[in-house]
């Protein structure tokens, strides 16, 4: 399946189009089969390597992709988690056996991945997480510890975890990654009911878990810089290539237009500033968006803007759905996004939640605030201490 780069984009975008227009209705059946004919189409893995499975096509190409795939109102694919994060850690630091064993598999969604990273007591500081990895004398590790808020984590086959290895360095130091087998013995998860009334994610727990050496990803100790690897590309496929964070703006301006005679003249003006406001928030997003390509397309890994992105993203997304839900009254019960896609009501519900994952608002603005401002750093009261010395200051 190689990839003819002097296609030219606009001829790409046509046969995108074409296929997904055509095949459109098959994504109703079964998430994992649409996924499977997406990928036999070419239309997966856009930018990985050939050998892992890919195309190795540019960020462009695979943004035409997702922009076309968006244009139609079509769902994100249901391995996203595998492919935006597990598959491009297990790219750069997994072995080759690890990579001829799952990548393949995980863009035909053969199997389904998730990321087990936080924990009760880490979320936004990841590195203070206490899931135990401890080696024992015939090589294999045992894994002990809770997970939380693990997405797909109930239908999932495998994941990324990150471990504590050995709790007497600093605490970024003594973590190490695996890959697991979440139908392993002593592995149990419990799905979490959200507030819109669906569980997508997930408490995990590993109760004496094995897992071998050879599903260790990168050396051990050396986690964190390998989760970096995670959570970069997480923060790139959350909202990345001009996608949007939840309804489209054209949509909400669309559905809030066909309500908004039945709303007082003074009650329309408020409406109108709001959608005002969100559009114009959601195109800065969008922007923004395209800015990421351009740097990936140059070869170049973007900054904070990507940060920027997913803050801008987010909050339009919720003030769209919120004023649609107002201006729908008693209606966004019923009616739906998009044809046979989630009420309105239910995308106004799940939208708090993306301003948590992937990085929460607060902790964005942190990162904007030091990196693009310049401003201080927050102190930190375990710099130089043991995860375990940190853990008695407690
Ligand atoms: C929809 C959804 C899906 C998720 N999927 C996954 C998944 O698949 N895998 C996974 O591992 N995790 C997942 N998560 C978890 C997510 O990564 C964490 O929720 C997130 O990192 C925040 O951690 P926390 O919930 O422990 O909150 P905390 O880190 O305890 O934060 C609590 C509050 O304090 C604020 N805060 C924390 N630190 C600072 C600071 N330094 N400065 C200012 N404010 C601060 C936060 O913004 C927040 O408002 C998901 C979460 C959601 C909502």
Redesign the pocket.
């Known amino acids: 399946m190689d990839f003819d780069d002097t296609v030219d984009e606009a001829a790409w975008r046509a046969e995108v189009r074409s296929f997904l227009e055509r095949h459109a209705d098959e994504q109703r059946e079964d998430p994992r089969a649409w996924q499977a004919t997406l990928y036999d189409a070419g239309f997966v893995g856009v930018t990985w390597p050939v050998e892992a499975g890919g195309r190795g096509g540019t960020p462009m190409q695979q943004a035409i992709v997702d922009q076309e795939m968006d244009r139609l109102g079509l769902p994100r694919l249901i391995n996203l ?1 595998g492919i935006g994060m597990c598959g491009p850690t297990v790219i750069m630091h997994g072995s080759d056996r690890q990579k001829e064993r799952y990548l393949r598999r995980l863009l035909r969604a053969d199997d389904l991945w ?13 590195a203070a997480l206490r899931t135990r990895a401890v080696r024992g004398a015939d090589g294999d590790w045992r894994i002990d510890g809770q ?7 109930h239908l999932a086959d495998y994941g990324i975890l ?1 471990t504590r290895t050995d709790p007497d360095v600093p605490k970024h130091r003594g973590l190490t990654m695996f890959v697991v087998d979440l139908k392993a013995p002593g592995v149990t998860v419990r799905p979490l009911r ?1 507030m819109n009334g669906e569980a ?2 997930n408490e995990v727990f590993f109760d004496d878990v094995v897992v071998p050496d050879a599903e260790r990803l990168g050396e051990a100790g050396d986690g964190w810089r390998v989760a970096l690897t995670t959570l970069m590309s997480e923060r790139l496929s959350l909202g990345g290539g001009g996608t949007s964070i939840g309804p489209k703006p054209e949509t909400v301006a669309r559905h809030v237009a066909e309500h908004l005679g039945a709303l007082s003249a003074d009650r329309q003006v408020l409406a109108r500033q709001q959608l005002g406001r969100g559009y114009v928030a959601a195109l800065g997003a969008r922007y923004t968006g395209y800015r990421q390509l351009s740097k990936l397309s140059r070869g170049e890994l973007p900054g904070p803007e990507a940060s920027a992105g997913k803050l801008s993203g987010t909050r339009s997304a919720r003030d769209l759905a919120d004023l649609a839900v107002r201006v729908l009254g008693a209606d966004a019960r019923v009616a739906a996004t998009r044809d046979g896609d989630d009420t309105w009501q239910t995308v106004q519900a ?1 939208l ?12 964005l ?2 990162i904007i605030g030091e990196r693009v401002l310049g401003l201080p750093a ?1 102190p930190r009261a375990d710099k130089g201490v043991t995860f375990r010395e940190s853990l008695n200051e407690l």
């Open positions: 988690i998730c990321q087990l990273f936080s924990e009760p007591s880490a979320g936004s500081d990841l997970k939380v808020w693990t997405t797909l984590a990150l959200q997508h994610f799940v708090p939640g993306m301003a948590i994952a992937g990085g929460s608002d607060q902790v603005r942190n927050e």
